[in-house]
């Protein structure tokens, strides 16, 4: 089954502990992302990858890193957590990042909950 | 980062009704998404927009891209309680090619 897979699914940390969310995807995808999502402000983009090594910051991209060592793989890190990254994470791939119809429409993970105290 | 202004935040509304929502930027896009995200779950692509004045449906969904390129619509006709979720409008920057930019989220609930 075509998808993208994120884990944990919920995480109760605390202030400082680095922590890494996964994300894999299984249909050769060249464009993935990661979101957060929060109450009244929708998804915000946190970072993107064109392709594998090629990674480049969204609108929120403070207190975050990833890496894009494969093309499958797409980690979220979060070298310091603090309580305001407190939120719902979303994982997402599309075929491509062009504007090709149809090739730029992403695929979501679950989601992880994440909970820094 | 830019955000849309999607529009109601929230909606409650009887089985049966029809639903209307839009979204609105002050840029324009070239292509517009509609998403919807179960509890628990992420967003699913439910009608994606690729030309100003496009109308399309999916099933009891209809999208419309609007003439401006600023703004898409989403109705629902004959609403049923798995309706229920988070609708997200998304924006595709015509200069920036890898950037959805999607919008605040209208929350719909549906009572029988």
């Known amino acids: 089954e075509a998808q993208v897979t994120q884990n944990p699914r919920y995480l109760i940390t605390v202030t400082g502990k680095k922590l890494t969310v996964t994300c894999s995807q299984n249909m050769n995808h060249e464009y993935m992302s990661w979101y957060r999502q929060d109450p009244g402000l929708g998804l915000r983009q946190i970072y993107y990858?064109?392709?594998?090594?090629?990674?480049d910051k969204g609108d929120v991209p403070e207190g975050y890193k990833v890496s894009r060592k494969e093309k499958r793989n797409f980690p979220l890190i979060l070298e310091s957590p603090s309580p305001n990254q407190t939120s719902l994470y979303f994982c997402?791939?599309?075929?491509?990042?062009?504007?090709?119809?149809?090739?730029?429409?992403?695929?979501f993970g679950a989601g992880s909950r994440l909970t820094v105290l | 980062g830019q955000q849309l202004n999607q529009s109601p935040q929230s909606m409650f509304i009887q089985e049966g009704e029809d639903v209307s929502m839009n979204c609105t930027s002050s840029s324009i896009f070239n292509t517009w998404l509609w998403y919807k995200q179960e509890p628990g779950e992420g967003p699913v692509l439910l009608i994606a927009?690729?030309?100003?004045?496009e109308l399309t449906s999916n099933g009891r969904l209809t999208a419309q891209f609007g003439i401006t390129r600023k703004d898409s619509f989403l109705n629902i006709s004959a609403s049923i309680p798995s309706d229920v979720g988070i609708y997200f409008c998304?924006?595709?920057?015509?200069?920036?090619?890898?950037?959805?930019?999607f919008g605040t989220g209208t929350r719909l609930q549906v009572t029988l």
């Open positions: 927009l690729y030309k100003a004045g």
């Open positions: 990858s064109m392709n594998v090594e090629v990674t």
């Open positions: 998304a924006g595709l920057d015509t200069g920036t090619a890898s950037k959805l930019t």
């Open positions: 997402a791939s599309s075929l491509l990042a062009a504007t090709t119809s149809g090739a730029n429409v992403l695929t």
